[in-house]
């Protein structure tokens, strides 16, 4: 099993997120908010990914990278339940809705709740 995020995985272009805001659908578990759109992706790889974390909850930059580690590093753990069986290109982008500093037991029950929630819908 692949557990690497390579840079072609991790979400870039501006202009795919600012379609993720605009046409994109959402599913939630708290607190964690998932943001997928299926596109065409730049890379032969089935699904880009991003993660964000809201400066109105977290003033603090040295908090909102933490949290985003804890998010990649948890995605990085759990993609194979949706990278090996999805067909065409996702966007997939993670925000984090909580007001408190999680730890990675939380981030990690969040992001694979979303990600069973997300197969649901797309049975793959």
């Known amino acids: 099993m692949n ?11 501006k202009k795919i997120i600012d ?12 607190p964690i908010k998932l ?8 890379f032969d790889v089935p699904i ?6 809201s400066k109105r ?9 933490r949290i985003k580690r804890l998010l990649r590093e ?5 993609k194979h339940l ?14 984090y809705l909580g007001k408190e500093m999680p730890n990675y037991r939380l981030v990690d029950e969040g992001l694979s709740t979303v990600l069973h929630k997300f197969l649901k819908k797309y049975p793959l």
Not at 19 to 30: Q, V, Y
Not at 74 to 78: A, K, M, Q, V
Not at 82 to 92: P, Y
Request: hydrophobic share 40%.
């Open 82 to 95: 949706v990278f090996n069986n999805s067909e065409g290109g996702f966007a997939f982008l993670f925000l």
């Open 48 to 53: 880009q990914t991003g993660v964000t974390v």
């Open 19 to 30: 379609r993720l805001f605009a046409e994109g659908k959402s599913i939630t578990a708290f």
């Open 74 to 78: 948890s995605y990085r753990l759990n």
């Open 3 to 13: 557990y690497s995020f390579p840079k072609k995985e991790k979400l870039k272009s």
């Open 57 to 65: 909850n977290f003033k603090s930059a040295v908090k909102r990278n």
């Open 35 to 42: 943001i997928y759109l299926k596109t065409d992706l730049p």
